[in-house]
């Protein structure tokens, strides 16, 4: 006779309800939509992995500007703003995000918990629902975004506030941060 | 198998295709010019950023030109300082000299997450419709077994008395388990309830057999077991020639479900065999649960007194065999005899449940020497077969009967389960999504071929969806009219195939994780 299989579907998708609800929280809070990011004043967002060596594994905020051997950046979070400088040789490797990638959480969390309707198909359906929305959800996170896979570090000033460099009459640490666009999911 | 993860590996590609990062939306440029020249391919209206030396800037938002008179950038503009803080807006004509960098932007039109999943979702929904229309296809059930190393739903080595629906029906089914020479002091056998029904078990026994060197061990339909020696396979057919899965079936006839089939086997023997049996490794397509539940559901919210008045009122078996079976027949098996250039019937195989395979043989009669030919007559559409293959049969053997020794309920142990399992007056009652191990202890300095015997019945689950279809008349046809209820049924059921069976028999294969790979 058949099998259903019910309760380890249903333990799945409970685990990828869980997993698409972390994952439909924003990147960062200063990003803007897709739609309006070619109106966006600010810098892009930066994730920096640095190297070993380095006193932090990683260093996140706006990107303020570019120079020969520095990366300036802005953190802000919950009213404390850091300023960063990084040296361009402790980096490892950078993720800048243009815009707020769109993870597409209504269609996530329809295609976890469909294959509980669907009886013992769901043994197919829900892998194939996985692999499907991992490929999706990483193009929604690409497309939003450059590594240092694609660019290198020296046209990391296009995504910068302040892509001309940084002006010479002003002191970094007085810059405000971006503001947030909207409630951190 | 390999087509569907083709398909679906192409329509990964197809959508990581369409999906291709759009990466130029932001052009920077030192001379005014160029971003007026650079840019004029641009197909929706572009948007000038002005950056300033002192890191304020000017965003042209509509409308923007250069007066190479004036030397200057025009247009309406928004003015903000180094903070992006507002300071003013108004028509503007900004000096080309004032400026450091100018950057042009365009619009980014990108489709959503929910776009490239749409097709999947809508796939997913329609799934759903029609397991909600037809929750037959859907959900099913019966009890089963495997061994610890087993992984994956389709891996299951043995089904437990599928046929026993009600208490009258409840019997001891014994099973195959393909577990040959195993000489381990230790043997945990897996039971699970993986379905929407209630199992009533009367007991579980390991069936251990002594395995000489060289010998195979199977079990006949009846229960007997016997040694073999040597396996001669069918010389023209490929597909029947090896228990690897790839299954021979065919499938239901649109017209009448109880359209026969045949399938003619030769093989080579070496003549100095004498005492030659047929080894079948075999299960049903999903007919039968087809038309299980299909009664079930006929009988709507009577079905509780329906099943009750069917086991009050005389042998149920009797009833069920002059139902849809008497129509559907056995897997019967036929003997080319030269001499008498007929086919001699030698018996036939006959177990219900389309999961674990059943591995039996069959005693042929003492055949010609010589090359042998067999004919496999069975009813289009309801048997898968893996492997035929001929064997010579040793000797008869009695096996020897195991009590599980611990029994663990989903990892704890339950000596309460254990005296019911080996207490012939008790019964285990196992529901939805219950796990048990049971421990069994055989000698390790013997090698064994095992084999599983399960007593009991169950009892399935009524769905809701399912009281919508009561149809008594239809239910009464299909007992005492099976010939015609056959032929009025196989329009629904060739749905029914088409949609349920063939994915759901794609996905036998894995076990392991699906890959992209073929």
């Known amino acids: ?185 | 198998m390999k087509n569907y993860v083709l398909l679906w590996g192409l329509g990964l590609l197809i959508l990581s295709a369409s999906a291709c990062k759009e990466l130029e939306y932001k052009w920077h440029y030192r001379d005014v010019q160029d971003a007026v020249h650079k840019t004029q391919d641009i197909s929706t209206e572009s948007i000038l950023k002005a950056h300033l030396k002192n890191g304020e800037v000017y965003f042209f938002p509509g409308a923007w030109w250069v007066d190479t008179n004036s030397r200057s950038v025009q247009g309406m503009a928004y003015h903000y300082d180094a903070n992006r803080d507002f300071l003013d807006s108004a028509e503007r004509s900004l000096p080309i000299a004032s400026v450091s960098l100018f950057e042009v932007n365009k619009e980014l039109n990108i489709s959503s997450g929910h776009q490239m999943l749409a097709p999947l979702t809508v796939v997913n929904i329609g799934l759903s419709f029609v397991c909600l229309a037809n929750p037959k296809a859907c959900f099913g059930s019966c009890p089963t077994f495997y061994s610890l190393e087993d992984q994956g739903l389709f891996s299951a080595r043995a089904e437990g008395f599928s046929n026993a629906i009600c208490p009258s029906l409840e019997y001891a089914d014994i099973d195959d388990l393909k577990i040959s020479e195993y000489s381990d002091s230790l043997f945990t056998l897996v039971m699970k309830n993986e379905a929407q029904e209630t199992h009533v078990l009367r007991s579980v026994q390991l069936l251990a057999l002594a395995q000489n060197e060289g010998e195979c061990i199977y079990q006949s339909r009846k229960g007997d077991f016997y040694a073999t020696k040597g396996l001669w396979l069918p010389r023209n057919n490929e597909l029947l020639a090896a228990a690897d899965g790839q299954e021979y079936f065919s499938d239901a006839d649109a017209e009448n479900l109880a359209s026969k089939e045949e399938l003619i086997l030769e093989f080579d023997i070496d003549a100095s065999q004498e005492d030659l049996g047929l080894v079948l490794d075999f299960r049903q397509t999903l007919m039968t649960t087809y038309f299980i539940y299909s009664a079930l559901s006929y009988m709507g919210d009577e079905v509780a007194d329906i099943i009750a008045k069917f086991e009050n009122s005389g042998d149920l078996y009797e009833t069920m065999d002059q139902g849809l079976k008497s129509e559907l027949g056995e897997l019967e098996v036929y003997l080319w005899n030269e001499i008498a250039q007929r086919w001699d019937l030698q018996g036939s195989f006959y177990e219900t449940g389309p999961i674990a395979i059943n591995r039996q043989i069959l005693d042929l009669a003492h055949p010609p020497k010589g090359p042998l030919k067999l004919k496999l007559v069975m009813n289009r559409g309801l048997w898968r077969i893996d492997r035929a293959a001929i064997c010579s049969i040793q000797r008869k053997l009695e096996p020897q009967a195991l009590k599980p020794i611990a029994v663990r309920k989903s990892g704890i142990e339950s000596a309460q389960a254990k005296d019911e399992l080996n207490d012939p007056q008790l019964q285990l009652v196992s529901m939805p999504g219950d796990y048990f191990e049971l421990d069994f202890i055989l000698d390790p300095n013997q090698e064994y071929a095992l084999f599983l015997k399960a007593e009991g019945y169950y009892l399935e689950w009524m769905r809701k969806e399912w009281l919508a279809d009561k149809d008594l008349w239809k239910l009464r046809q299909m007992f005492k009219q099976p010939a015609l209820y056959l032929k009025r049924e196989a329009e629904a059921y060739k749905v029914y195939e088409q949609n349920m069976e063939e994915v759901f028999w794609s996905s036998q294969v894995p076990a392991e994780p699906l890959t992209l790979k073929p």
């Open chain 1, 1 to 185: 006779m058949l099998l259903i299989m019910k309760s380890v579907i249903s333990k799945l998708s409970f685990v990828l309800v869980l997993v698409v609800l972390f994952s439909s929280c924003s990147t960062s809070d200063i990003l803007p939509k897709s739609s309006e990011a070619h109106q966006n004043l600010y810098g892009s967002y930066i994730e920096l992995d640095l190297k070993r060596s380095s006193k932090v594994p990683k260093v996140v905020g706006e990107l303020i500007s570019v120079n020969d051997s520095s990366i300036f950046i802005i953190h802000g979070e919950d009213g404390e703003v850091d300023h960063v400088e990084v040296m361009l040789d402790q980096v490892q490797g950078f993720r800048v995000y243009l815009f707020e990638p769109q993870y597409p959480v209504w269609s996530n969390l329809a295609l976890s918990l469909l294959p509980l309707s669907h009886g013992i198909v769901g043994v197919v359906s829900l892998p194939v629902n996985v692999v499907t929305m991992g490929v999706v959800n990483g193009q929604v996170k690409d497309r939003a975004s450059h590594t240092d896979y694609e660019i290198p570090l020296s046209e990391l000033y296009h995504f910068a506030r302040f892509p001309q460099g940084f002006p010479p009459n002003l002191k970094f640490e007085e810059l405000k941060a971006a503001p947030a666009r909207k409630k951190k999911g």
